[in-house]
């Protein structure tokens, strides 16, 4: 049968438990669990309802395993009483990958936070998928070892949400995103099954289901077990920032500098609003009257160090750079980077709530799309800022509003999908790093015809014909109806 | 309903059609690409039933389509008719993945094998399938460019072909595999939709149907378009051997390096066996009373492959190579890639017959391995020959053998099954690059659990339930008959 003569798949919408109901499901999971790692009272569930994106949807219950064991008999109980099962890392994404939107368990990992193993010689780490990103290389670094995907949420978010969402970074420039990090997974599947997919070497036969689910934001199953690469610690690292009076000079030096051949380890970019924003916040050094300030790192061997940071230099020169600035030792460097980690949060000094976009456009259609996100934002009444990973050509503007102003919100939504039509019509994609989660399911047939959806959703199919796994993400729904979180 | 609960996926047998039956499919055919492109003669067959493994099978019809739109066509009166589609390249592949076991129509993309578009500023191209894989980089070179993977037979085999098969190669190393250098695909279902996965940016959002479909083998879909990654050429290339008197030390001077911190571009290894064929084939100046050599590539700017080179000499004189030498020039750098390249051609110089295994290893694995295989071939009275990967621990034993010699053909699969079994007890895979096709499907048991194939049958099922595409692949079959090719 033709895809195309298949029925749609529709997305069921799931009904929350009735109170009886509900008191059986949590018996039985206590039975497993033990009381103290079941929650069910409103109190305790408040925590979970949201993450960082800005809906929000109260879970039923939340169950915090310990063992994969306890993962497969959550599942279990889940799919006898049909009701839906969401994970959660650390509740850091931005397009509501983690929030349950008709209830259901969600399954915490907090506790299945531990490394599992390390194996140096061969390049290896096991780790468990509530594994706190930036805890994996803290515990490496002494040895002279790092896991390299670093997403700006690194001190809090889990390396289980990143695979869930295929999490990306300021060094995806060189290094890629988390798939490219990821090696093989322990999974359990909608009927309870533990599955292992990929492994210890690179190029495992078969299909590439690691691949697959990589990026698959808990749709397809429940990762309980992740062997990831680590890699050697650059013998050099320098990082520097350039300054310019002029956006387009800063996104043109960009350009150049990729399409000469150098690849820094990350090119990151941040406009007059933010520089001011971080500045107050983190005093990092970084001027607060210039129109975009690019933070550029290279590293490597220390040979090859010096000389991409001359090509760069140069670079920046010829687009009128008023300033380039080499951090002097591993302090300055720290501080220019803490000034970037923490723009998001520098920014709620400014103004309470923000909306953060995530788009992707070729590098050489930057100038073209940031001057267009200016000309959506101004038309609705709003400000942005734009803070983003300029050297993969990932934008991020955050939008400022207040949501006590009535219609600000949907002015909010309107603008931001707005900014994504722009990235689709240049050739780019509606999210870079964030995923699509409950935010950009009607966007997803921006950039994806019919056929390609239906496709994907034959996929979910085979693996979860229930849906009973985070559903209502991921895929256009006809209609929705959840909170939108007051920040 | 529970995977374990799924009747198992039955591999369908396919019958060959009637004499009437295919001249009507013939007939059907040759309205769409004219009687020139529709190949059924005995005599014109015959170069179609095999590659460059050891079995072989005829086709009943072969096509050569110009165009997505008439490879739609194929499929869908393929469909109609219920006769198997089976996509080929250059025939070059090592495990029967392009043999068409039940017959049926392969279709073959010789024609398909343009160059559609490059950019060179946003570092793409957009490639036929039946491009040659070396004719990319010739294209691109002029202007700076290539293409990175480059398998062996790079100057034959195409790129449709390497994505089907997920190829490595030499600079796999580094760089990585096929599936890491695309990042679209245009695909024809089984029901002759025409799909476009992932795209011309990295982190496409959705499934990562590009990764899954890459090295599936032919089984999912017929891939018509291919977009690639392109890089720019390294500033500097340095080329050096490494000449040992002991095999384990050559061993112990690859995981050194590796663990050093030091990634070369390329490691390769030749025992004494294969440096003997090498050098009275094409005289690259290797020793040929040598136990091992490794011939090392270190690429990028000026200053760090010289730092890489100096680390690299040290290491190897550490574990007693007995010679180390820099080619002088390009001239020579290519004589000595010529020789390694031409290695599997070389032995057939020695030996008419040889069979070409392919597994991974951890590389501290290497000295037990290689002993171990020496130990099978022995035990079986045959010779073997080995030219690896050695850098990402990825073995090349060849076996020689002469199948005039009774049970002699037989042997040879017991030895080759035996050293995958050693791949897989040490924690590696049963292919590198090579993938399973016809070759393998049994020792995808070794290393996949019966939940884990049933799970990428499920995949299979959801793309191809009549399993048209290339069927009799990937999966074990309780049996099979075909012929073995006499060399």
Same mark, same amino acid.
């Given at each position: 049968?033709?895809?195309?003569?298949?029925?749609?798949?529709?997305?069921?919408?799931?009904?929350?438990?009735? #109170?009886?109901? &509900?008191?059986?499901?949590?018996?039985?999971?206590?039975?497993?669990?033990?009381?103290?790692?079941?929650?069910?009272?409103?109190?305790?569930?408040?925590?979970?309802?949201?993450?960082?994106?800005?809906?929000?949807?109260?879970?039923?219950?939340?169950?915090?395993?310990? @063992?994969?064991?306890?993962?497969?008999?959550?599942? &279990?109980?889940?799919?006898?009483?049909? @009701?839906?099962? =969401?994970?959660?890392?650390?509740?850091? +994404?931005?397009?509501? +990958?983690?929030?349950?939107?008709?209830?259901?368990?969600?399954?915490?990992?907090?506790?299945?936070?531990?490394?599992? #193993?390390?194996?140096?010689?061969? !390049?290896?780490?096991?780790?468990?998928?509530?594994?706190?990103? !930036?805890?994996?290389?803290?515990?490496?670094?002494?040895?002279?070892?790092?896991?390299?995907?670093?997403?700006?949420?690194?001190?809090?978010?889990?390396?289980?949400?990143?695979?869930?969402?295929?999490?990306?970074?300021?060094?995806?420039?060189?290094?890629?995103?988390?798939?490219?990090? *990821? !090696?093989?997974?322990?999974?359990?599947?909608?009927?309870?099954?533990?599955? #292992?997919?990929? +492994?210890?070497?690179?190029?495992?036969?078969?299909?590439?289901?690691?691949?697959?689910?990589?990026?698959?934001?808990?749709?397809?199953?429940?990762?309980?077990?992740?062997?990831?690469?680590?890699?050697?610690?650059?013998?050099?690292?320098? @990082?520097?920032?350039?300054?310019?009076?002029? %956006?387009?000079?800063?996104?043109?030096?960009?350009?150049?500098?990729?399409?000469?051949?150098?690849?820094?380890?990350?090119?990151?970019?941040?406009?007059?609003?933010?520089?001011?924003?971080?500045?107050?916040?983190?005093?990092?050094?970084?001027?607060?009257?210039?129109?975009?300030?690019?933070?550029?790192?290279?590293?490597?061997?220390?040979?090859? =160090?010096?000389?991409?940071?001359?090509?760069?230099?140069?670079?920046?020169?010829?687009?009128?750079?008023?300033? =380039?600035?080499?951090?002097?030792?591993?302090?300055?460097?720290?501080?220019?980077?803490?000034?970037? &980690?923490?723009?998001?949060?520098?920014?709620?000094?400014?103004?309470? #709530?923000?909306?953060?976009?995530?788009?992707? *456009?070729?590098?050489?259609? !930057?100038?073209?799309?940031?001057?267009?996100?200016?000309?959506?934002?101004?038309?609705?009444?709003?400000?942005?800022?734009?803070?983003?990973?300029?050297?993969?050509?990932?934008?991020?503007?955050?939008?400022?509003?207040?949501?006590?102003?009535?219609?600000?919100?949907?002015?909010?939504?309107?603008?931001?999908?707005?900014?994504?039509?722009?990235?689709?019509?240049? +050739?780019?994609?509606? @999210?870079?790093?964030?995923?699509?989660?409950?935010?950009?399911?009607?966007?997803?047939?921006?950039?994806?015809?019919?056929?390609?959806?239906?496709?994907?959703?034959?996929?979910? %199919?085979?693996?979860?014909?229930?849906?009973?796994?985070?559903?209502?993400?991921?895929?256009?729904?006809?209609?929705?109806?959840?909170?939108?979180?007051?920040?």
């Amino acid at each position: 049968m033709s895809i195309t003569e298949l029925p749609p798949v529709t997305a069921p919408v799931y009904e929350r438990m009735s #109170e009886a109901r &509900k008191a059986e499901v949590v018996h039985e999971l206590c039975q497993i669990l033990g009381p103290r790692y079941v929650l069910h009272s409103p109190y305790d569930l408040t925590l979970y309802e949201y993450d960082a994106s800005i809906d929000r949807s109260k879970p039923e219950i939340v169950v915090l395993p310990s @063992t994969t064991a306890e993962v497969v008999a959550i599942v &279990k109980i889940a799919a006898r009483y049909g @009701t839906p099962v =969401v994970p959660r890392g650390a509740g850091t +994404g931005l397009s509501g +990958g983690a929030i349950p939107v008709y209830g259901g368990i969600v399954i915490a990992f907090s506790r299945m936070n531990r490394i599992l #193993e390390v194996d140096y010689t061969n !390049l290896r780490a096991v780790v468990q998928p509530g594994l706190v990103n !930036l805890h994996l290389s803290n515990a490496l670094n002494p040895q002279g070892f790092c896991y390299v995907p670093d997403p700006s949420s690194q001190r809090s978010c889990t390396i289980g949400g990143n695979v869930g969402e295929n999490a990306g970074g300021p060094h995806t420039l060189i290094y890629g995103v988390t798939t490219n990090h *990821v !090696l093989g997974l322990e999974i359990v599947t909608a009927d309870g099954e533990i599955v #292992e997919v990929g +492994g210890w070497t690179y190029d495992t036969p078969g299909y590439d289901l690691t691949g697959l689910l990589i990026g698959s934001e808990g749709t397809l199953c429940i990762v309980t077990k992740i062997i990831v690469r680590i890699v050697h610690l650059p013998e050099t690292v320098k @990082t520097m920032i350039a300054v310019f009076d002029m %956006m387009d000079d800063a996104s043109n030096t960009v350009s150049e500098i990729i399409a000469s051949g150098v690849i820094p380890a990350a090119i990151e970019m941040m406009d007059r609003m933010i520089l001011a924003a971080v500045e107050a916040d983190s005093h990092a050094g970084y001027p607060i009257d210039a129109a975009a300030v690019l933070l550029i790192e290279a590293e490597g061997l220390s040979e090859s =160090v010096a000389d991409q940071i001359e090509q760069i230099v140069n670079i920046c020169n010829k687009h009128q750079a008023r300033l =380039v600035r080499i951090a002097a030792n591993e302090a300055e460097r720290q501080a220019l980077w803490a000034g970037r &980690k923490n723009a998001f949060g520098a920014v709620g000094r400014i103004c309470p #709530e923000f909306y953060v976009q995530d788009g992707v *456009v070729p590098r050489t259609k !930057l100038p073209y799309v940031l001057g267009r996100i200016s000309e959506i934002v101004e038309h609705y009444g709003l400000r942005v800022g734009n803070v983003f990973h300029a050297g993969d050509g990932n934008l991020h503007p955050l939008i400022l509003f207040d949501s006590q102003i009535p219609g600000e919100v949907e002015r909010v939504r309107q603008a931001g999908h707005e900014i994504l039509q722009i990235c689709a019509e240049v +050739g780019g994609s509606i @999210t870079g790093e964030h995923g699509v989660g409950m935010e950009k399911q009607q966007e997803m047939a921006l950039i994806f015809s019919d056929v390609d959806l239906r496709t994907m959703q034959q996929v979910r %199919m085979a693996w979860n014909p229930s849906q009973l796994f985070n559903p209502g993400k991921l895929f256009p729904l006809p209609g929705r109806c959840v909170e939108v979180k007051q920040l």
